[in-house]
Nanobody, 121 residues
Framework: QVQLVESGGGLVQTGGSLRLSCAAS????????MGWYRQAPGKQRELVAT???????TYAEAVKGRITVSRDNAKNTVSLQMNSLKPEDTAVYYC???????????????WGQGTPVTVSS
């Protein structure tokens, strides 16, 4: 069984910073891409950032220059450093990972439970 657990969400003022972390655990053989999505109230879930096992990254236009995704392959973790936060960044943030487990030969996408981020104006 594979689990993703996020941490680090909370309340911050406009212009502040937060760092989100996500740890994958369980019977993991390998992890391919990892990433972060967010879902604001009344809106669809949207991509924030992704990072491959080799470290290549992609970002949503709305967060470029303010948010940095990183990962530690040895620890099976992915992090999201968020700076210069704006009220429109308020959302529940979900991490995901494409994981090959010992139970399944094909890669599957797993999701964390989500961590809320609120940016006050």
């Amino acid at each position: 069984q594979v689990q993703l657990v996020e941490s680090g969400g909370g309340l911050v003022q406009t212009g502040g910073s937060l760092r989100l972390s996500c740890a994958a655990s369980g019977s993991i053989f390998s992890i391919n891409a990892m990433g972060w999505y967010r879902q604001a109230p009344g809106k669809q879930r949207e991509l924030v950032a992704t990072i491959t096992s080799g470290g290549s990254t992609t970002y949503a236009e709305a967060v470029k220059g303010r948010i940095t995704v990183s990962r530690d392959n040895a620890k099976n973790t992915v992090s999201l450093q968020m700076n210069s936060l704006k009220p429109e960044d308020t959302a529940v943030y979900y991490c995901n990972a494409d994981i090959v487990s010992y139970a399944h030969t094909a890669s599957r996408r797993y999701w964390g439970q989500g961590t809320p981020v609120t940016v006050s104006s």
